[in-house]
């Protein structure tokens, strides 16, 4: 039986038996916090999405299938995005000072090639085991991949305004703010 939070618990278990002080580590805080928040936020944020937008039973490849495999795709990008978010912004904020603004739009163009990327790679250092040519070919397909990556990622960083700095009083009480009618939001209901 699947189970999100048991697993991610269990794995937590697994990593602070073999060393009890990563608990004070930011990268396995903002890695636990990030799927908690997927695992607990994002299945609401996308029912609540295609509560708006139903997609509808279609013949395959026309136009109006296309329209909804985008929406598909875009909702689900952003609803697993806004679900880590949900959790680890705090956590950013406390350790880095800032919060990303553009980090919505970021993963829209990112997610996807990241995930296909890490994948290739993996098929590539297989293949790579078994043969050095077919590790090479492999190579080639994804390289494009990366080079578009290698481009964006730097661009996205560029955008004016592309993270909001906490050293305001007034942004972290806005933080704060935009918590506590999270919070509310979730306890009224």
Same mark, same amino acid.
């Given at each position: ?7 991610l618990?269990f +794995?937590? !278990? %697994? ?14 805080q903002?890695?636990?916090l990030?799927?908690?928040?997927? =695992? =607990?936020? $994002? ?10 937008? @139903?997609? @509808? @039973?279609?013949?395959?490849f026309?136009? /109006?299938w ?6 598909f =795709?875009?909702? $689900?990008? %952003?609803s697993?995005?806004?679900?880590? /978010? ?5 956590? #950013?904020? !406390?350790? =880095?000072? $800032?919060? $990303?603004v553009?980090?919505? %739009?970021a ?9 296909l #990327?890490?994948?290739g ?8 085991? #078994?043969?050095?040519a ?6 080639a ?10 481009r964006?990622?730097?661009r ?5 305004? +592309?993270? !909001?700095? /906490?050293?305001? #009083? *007034? *942004?972290?009480?806005?933080?704060? %703010? ?8 979730v306890l009224?209901?």
């Amino acid at each position: 039986e699947r189970d999100g939070p048991t697993a991610l618990g269990f +794995a937590l !278990l %697994l990593i602070l038996l073999q060393n009890p002080y990563a608990a004070a580590h930011v990268g396995l805080q903002l890695s636990f916090l990030s799927v908690a928040g997927i =695992f =607990f936020c $994002s299945d609401a944020i996308q029912s609540c999405a295609f509560s708006i937008y @139903k997609p @509808k @039973k279609r013949r395959r490849f026309t136009p /109006m299938w296309l329209l909804d495999r985008a929406v598909f =795709f875009v909702v $689900s990008t %952003l609803s697993a995005t806004v679900g880590a /978010m949900v959790f680890t912004t705090p956590l #950013v904020a !406390l350790y =880095f000072g $800032s919060v $990303s603004v553009v980090s919505l %739009l970021a993963n829209l163009l990112t997610l996807w090639a990241v995930g296909l #990327v890490f994948t290739g790679g993996l098929v590539t250092g297989v293949l790579t085991a #078994v043969s050095p040519a077919l590790g090479d070919g492999a190579a080639a397909v994804i390289t494009p991949l990366v080079r578009y990556l290698n481009r964006a990622v730097p661009r996205l960083s560029n955008v004016p305004f +592309a993270a !909001l700095s /906490m050293d305001s #009083v *007034y *942004y972290r009480v806005w933080l704060v %703010l935009v918590y506590a009618v999270l919070l509310a939001g979730v306890l009224i209901r």
